[in-house]
């Protein structure tokens, strides 16, 4: 109810609606609507009431994650249709893989800020209140357990694609960084469960630093956010298109297994094909030429003694 009260006051546009006209519409009594209205307000949505007028957004709702301003007018078939927003939290993908069997595929788990929130092979994602956008979506592919980290590839290729459509244009680091000015912006945490032949469910995490200005010493030199590059971008406009770019290409690969249209997106975003590179694995650092990156997902790359070789899991550098 509290959705659908926050949809119509931001419908409004920022003109007065009756406490009577919104009880009508919704057929609740005006009591509801004023309970409701005031445990918006303590959310932190600056709503004005004035009596005879009725209610009206007095500005723009602060640049919360919460599902009301992230499902407001957001174009997708299943993802994000169910969200649950937290102020605070260990870790989004912690939490949606504790949810993800009870839950609907699609579901999205978003919060303001992670305590403990996690890279791969269990590093630190710093991830401080209100300056990212710290999310996670279950998904529940029909498909088979071996196809599934072709989807690290495509969230890559969809949030190249979302900063694109949102006039940022950002490169991509295989395999999962969104580099932007050639600093890390964003990474993405896949994370599966699954039998030999089946998979449960898959938790896509997203870590992308919107506001910040200041990172930890250990990453200063190496991380950046959209604010420190000059872009000033609200967290839920940029959620809104991850998500609508995110379920065109799934879609597109569940049904239609089109990963060309994917690997080729996602090659025209990399910052590490045709470059020299370090393939880092262990403490072994190999310098190689990337000459290719296959239908896969995988790296093609050409050693020093002119042999070439399929790189499927690790860290590079560039
Ligand atoms: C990643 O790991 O890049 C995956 C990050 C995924 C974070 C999201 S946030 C929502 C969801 N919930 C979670 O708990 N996690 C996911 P990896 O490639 O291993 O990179 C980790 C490394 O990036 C660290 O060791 C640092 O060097 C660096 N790093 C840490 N925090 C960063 C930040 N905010 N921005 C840029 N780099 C960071």
């Known amino acids: 109810m509290r959705k659908k009260i926050i949809n119509i006051i931001l419908d409004n546009n920022r003109e007065f609606i009756s406490g009577e006209e919104i009880s009508k519409q919704l057929g609740i009594s005006r009591s509801a609507v004023w309970k409701h209205i005031k445990s918006l307000k303590e959310e932190g949505y600056n709503i004005e009431s004035i009596n005879k007028k009725g209610y009206r957004l007095k500005e723009k709702p602060k640049d ?4 009301q301003n992230i499902a407001h007018e957001l174009n997708t078939k299943f993802l994000g249709k169910s969200i ?5 939290i260990d870790s989004t993908n912690t939490y949606a893989k504790k949810i993800a069997s009870e839950e609907v595929d699609g579901t999205v ?3 303001e800020e992670q305590t403990l929130g996690r890279g791969r092979l269990g590093r630190i994602w710093d991830s401080k209140a209100y300056e990212g956008i710290w999310m996670s979506i279950i998904l529940k592919p029909n498909i088979l357990p071996y196809r599934t980290p072709f989807l690290t590839i495509i969230a890559g290729a969809s949030i190249a694609n979302a900063l694109n459509n949102l006039g940022v244009s950002v490169g991509i680091k295989w395999p999962n960084d969104i580099i932007l000015n050639g600093k890390k ?3 993405i945490l896949t994370e599966l469960s699954a039998e030999i032949e089946r998979v449960n469910y898959i938790v896509l995490g997203i870590g992308m630093n919107v506001k910040n200005l200041n990172f930890p010493n250990e990453i200063e030199n190496i991380a950046t956010s959209l604010c420190k590059e000059g872009y000033d971008l609200s967290r839920v406009d940029i959620v809104r298109e991850i998500l609508c770019e995110l379920e065109k290409n799934y879609l597109e ?12 997106t996602y090659k025209k975003y990399s910052v590490v094909l045709g470059k020299n590179i370090f393939v880092i694995k262990n403490d072994d650092r190999e310098l190689v030429e990337c000459v290719d990156i296959n239908i896969d997902g995988n790296l093609i790359v050409k050693k020093s003694n002119g042999a070439i070789k399929e790189v499927m899991s690790g860290e590079v550098s560039v």
């Open 185 to 187: 912006l964003c990474g």
């Open 64 to 67: 919360l994650l919460s599902s």
């Open 253 to 264: 690969f569940i049904k239609n297994e089109n990963r060309e249209k994917i690997i080729d």
């Open 84 to 88: 649950f927003h937290f102020e605070t």
């Open 109 to 111: 788990v978003i919060s």
